[in-house]
C-alpha cells in the first residue's frame, strides 16, 4: 500500500529565495524591503507580546478587514486576510477550480502558480508573455489559440515577477472583461509601481486583487495578505480558510501599519530613486536593465553569463536570484536595497568587470 499520493510524490515544491546567514552579507534576492517597519508598528507589536499570547486571535481578523475596507472605500465583505497572500492563492485554487480543471498564467511569473495547479490536480495553461515581456492582448491570445478564455482560475501578476514590468489598467481591463472564469491580479508589487488595478476587483463579480504587508510594509516576518473583491467569491473562499489563520502579532502589526501610511509612503519614494539610479549605474556599465514598477531589476549583464555573476557576486558576499528557465537564465533578478548596499553591488560590479 502506497502511503503518498503519486501526486505528490512527483511535485516539484516551490523554491523560495535562499536566507544564508552570512556575515557582512548584501542580500539583493528575496525583494525585502530594505528599510523597518515603522516605530509605531514596532512599538505596537512589543506592546502585543502580554497575556493575549495564551488566546487565539480573531478568527477573521475582523479590526484589519474594517480598516482596509475604509482604505480602499468598500465594504469588510469585499476583504478575506490570509496567512500571506500565498495562502490566498492557494485557496483560489481550492474554491473555484475543480481537479482536472485549468490554472493558467503567463510565463514567466510567480514560480509557486505551477506549483498550487500540480498540488491540487488541476491542469496548467502558461502562456508565454511577448518577447519584450509585455502583455499579449486578448484579440493577440484569441488569434494564437493559446489562451483558455473559460479556465476557472486565471492569475496574473502584475507588475509582472520576475520581470518588473508594469501593465496598464487598460490592458488589464481587456483581458478581466474578455475572461469567463475568476481573474486573480496579484499585486504584491503594487506600490512601487505608476498605476494599480484595485478598481477592477470592485467592478467584476468574478475578479479579485491581491495584496500582501510583506514587500512594501516591510511585514514579510509576519505573514499578512489580502484579497479584495466580489462577496460571493470572498464568502467562498472564508468557506475554506482555516481557523484563526492569521496570527494575532500580525493582525497587530498590520492595524498599526495602517496608522502609519505617511511613513511607508516617503519609504517607497526613497526605494523607486534608489531603483532608478541603480538601474543607471547598472546601464552605464553594460548591463541591459529592463524598466522596472517594483522593487527589484531585471538585468541581462555584460561580458559573463547571469549564472556566472550570480556566482561572481555570490564570491563577493553579494546574493542576487537566477531562475533556471530558458526565458530568464540570461537575466539577474535584484532586490533594490539600500542607497550603501545598491553602491556595494555598483563597486563589485566594476571589480568583476575590471
Known amino acids: 500500500m502506497k502511503l503518498i499520493r503519486p501526486l505528490v510524490e512527483k511535485l516539484h515544491a516551490y523554491v523560495p529565495g535562499e536566507q544564508p546567514r552570512i556575515k557582512g552579507l548584501v542580500k539583493l534576492n528575496t525583494n525585502e524591503n530594505p528599510y523597518p517597519p515603522a ?5 505596537a507589536v512589543k506592546a502585543a507580546v502580554d497575556s493575549r499570547l495564551r488566546l487565539y486571535p480573531n478568527p477573521t481578523a475582523q479590526a484589519l478587514r474594517e480598516k482596509l475596507a475604509r482604505l480602499h472605500r468598500c465594504a469588510s465583505e469585499n476583504i478575506i486576510i490570509g496567512n500571506g497572500s500565498d495562502e490566498l492563492l492557494a485557496l483560489a485554487t481550492r474554491a473555484f477550480v475543480e481537479p482536472g480543471g485549468v ?16 498540488i491540487h490536480g488541476a491542469r496548467r495553461n502558461a502562456v508565454p508573455l511577448r518577447a519584450d515581456f509585455g502583455l499579449p492582448t486578448a484579440a493577440d491570445l484569441r488569434r ?21 514590468r508594469g501593465y496598464s489598467c487598460a490592458e488589464l481591463t481587456a483581458l478581466c472583461r474578455a475572461q469567463k472564469g475568476v481573474v486573480v491580479l496579484d499585486e504584491a508589487y503594487v506600490d512601487f509601481a505608476r498605476e494599480n488595478a484595485l478598481a477592477l476587483a470592485l467592478e467584476f463579480p468574478h475578479v479579485l486583487v491581491a495584496r500582501t504587508f510583506s514587500k512594501a510594509y516591510s511585514l514579510c ?23 484563526y489563520n492569521v496570527n494575532g502579532l500580525g493582525q497587530v502589526a498590520a492595524l498599526a501599519t495602517l496608522e502609519a501610511l505617511p511613513h511607508y509612503r516617503r519609504n517607497f519614494k526613497t526605494v523607486i530613486a534608489t531603483r532608478e539610479r541603480l538601474a543607471a549605474r547598472l546601464t552605464a556599465l553594460g548591463f541591459v ?34 531562475f533556471d528557465h530558458p526565458q530568464t537564465r540570461d537575466h539577474l533578478r535584484i532586490t533594490i536595497g539600500t542607497e550603501a548596499e545598491s553602491m556595494a553591488l555598483v563597486h563589485t560590479a566594476k571589480k568583476i568587470l575590471s
Do not use: C, M
Not at 503567463?106 to 509557486?112: R, V
Not at 489559440?145 to 502584475?158: E, G, V
Not at 516576518?221 to 482555516?242: C, E, M, S, T, W
Open 289 to 322: 536593465v529592463l524598466p522596472s514598477q517594483t522593487n527589484f531589476l531585471f538585468t541581462k549583464p555584460p561580458r559573463f553569463t547571469a549564472r556566472q555573476w550570480l556566482q561572481k557576486l555570490r564570491g563577493e558576499k553579494i546574493i542576487v536570484r537566477w
Open 144 to 164: 494564437d489559440k493559446k489562451w483558455d478564455f473559460h479556465a476557472a482560475l486565471t492569475l496574473i501578476t502584475t507588475p509582472n515577477a520576475p520581470t518588473g
Open 39 to 43: 516605530p509605531a508598528v514596532i512599538r
Open 103 to 118: 490554472v493558467q498564467y503567463f510565463t514567466p511569473s510567480y514560480s509557486l502558480y505551477p506549483v498550487l495547479a500540480d
Open 221 to 243: 516576518f509576519q505573514r499578512v495578505g489580502y484579497f479584495i473583491g466580489h462577496r460571493a467569491l470572498i464568502a467562498a473562499l472564508d468557506k475554506i480558510r482555516d481557523s
